[in-house]
């Protein structure tokens, strides 16, 4: 293991939520290339974590590589790809509804699903709904109708928002809400902090847990996630949450550092700020 200075010499496995940590929208974040590059060029293994149903793992690999840091479609664990694994899981050979973006229905193409365009014709086994900015009242009604009529109802994730460039956007918990309304119903919930999005990827991965970092800007699913898996974690202060955020989080959504970037891996001080240690951890 090369030599790095700060927490990066800490760990040997990094994993990165994406909105937020790596970039906003097609901006990446301020210094958050170069960190990934030196962690590569050090030896360290990078993967990525995001809830982010609205591209595929490949178009996820795509969009870093555009932006100067090479990874691999395989490096990048998504909501999406989880809720595929989950669906040949509990309901192989589905034919599913999709309230969502294209990148979420190539992912459930790629698994071999069929999909339902006409719903209200012909009733899917399952209605999954993740982002989608063309969301409408017909695809509201459309995903109301099946759940009532025995379709389970699976959320990719329940983010009340995502940071783009300039602003927080509505999330697909906004979404995912609207259905619950409409149906009186409660989906079953793929992405962070459920941890069954990371433990599948983490039995096909032989990583050190206690030697693994996982960074987000979100303290009610990135951090909550790794404490719940008790995985070291640092929050970024480039994305969701504020410093002022941590005042009144609940002890189980702290993390163990706060940097105010990516760099703030790279040094030791006051960007890497300890403020929370359970006696298990480091
Ligand atoms: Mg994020």
Known sequence: MGELSGLANRFDCFIFDLDGVVYRGSRPLPHAIETLK???????????????????RQ?????????????????FITSAWVTGLYL??????????????PGLKQELEGFGFELAEEPDQCLPDAVVVGIDRQFSYQRLAQAQSAILRGARFIATNTDATYPAEDRLMPGAGAIVSAIATATGKSPVVLGKPNPAILTTFLSHHPVLMERTLLVGDRLDTDIALANLLHIPSALVLTGVAQKTDLENAPIEHLPNWVLNDLSGLLTDGVDSLLIHALPNRV
Do not use: D
């Open 38 to 56: 030196l962690l590569h060029a050090h030896g360290r293994e990078v993967y990525f974590l995001t809830n982010n149903s609205g591209h595929t």
């Open 59 to 75: 178009q996820y690999a795509e969009k870093l590589c555009r932006m100067g840091f090479t990874a691999e479609p395989e490096q």
């Open 88 to 101: 040949q899981e509990h309901l192989p050979n589905a034919r599913v509804f999709v309230v969502g973006e």
